[in-house]
């Protein structure tokens, strides 16, 4: 894999990630909104670990955190706890067929939420609405997709 190759992908694929999060939903679609930087960051983790660590992930949830308004820290915690858990598993999950990636992603999207819930508990916000949960089975179908696109690109593959 040349580094060319990964060098323009990887940060394009956050620059995409990141716009999709600040695009404007319709009220009744913005609970559904996919985490898409956790979904790219994860493809980032497993497959390419060397480019896309927990440095990586706290300044990208910092970057996250300034563009969307949020606490400043949060997403890079979710991020850094994410990254951490993925990091952990690759080896296992770099073998699994998509349909259990999928699986375990969407365990790693639930659990994003549950941070998120305990973040905003702590700091005595109201939590997020019950329909703000069904977010991570979204990210969960939508991973295979985005994980053969991201690698078609990362290994220079035509569809």
């Known amino acids: 894999m040349s580094r060319m190759r990964i060098g323009w992908i990887l940060p394009l694929s956050i620059v995409v990630a990141l716009l ?11 609970p559904l909104r996919p985490y898409w930087l956790a979904l790219v960051l994860a493809y980032w983790v497993i497959e390419a670990p060397e480019h896309a660590g927990l440095g990586f992930a706290v300044i990208v949830g ?16 979710r991020m850094v706890i994410m990254t951490f858990i993925l990091q952990r598993f690759r ?3 770099r073998f699994f067929p998509l349909s259990q990636q999928s699986l375990a992603i969407g365990g790693l999207l639930l ?7 305990a973040i905003h508990m702590a700091l005595g916000e109201p939590s997020l609405p019950w329909k703000y949960w069904w977010a991570p089975l979204l990210g969960m179908l939508l991973w295979p ?15």
């Open 111 to 117: 659990n994003d939420r549950i941070v998120t819930t």
């Open 91 to 93: 080896a296992r999950l």
């Open 145 to 159: 997709l985005l994980f053969m696109l991201l690698d078609a690109l990362r290994l220079g593959r035509r569809g």
């Open 20 to 30: 999709l999060g600040l695009l404007p939903l319709p009220d009744a679609l913005q």
């Open 62 to 77: 910092l970057i996250a955190d300034l563009m969307f308004g949020s606490l400043l820290g949060e997403q890079a915690l």
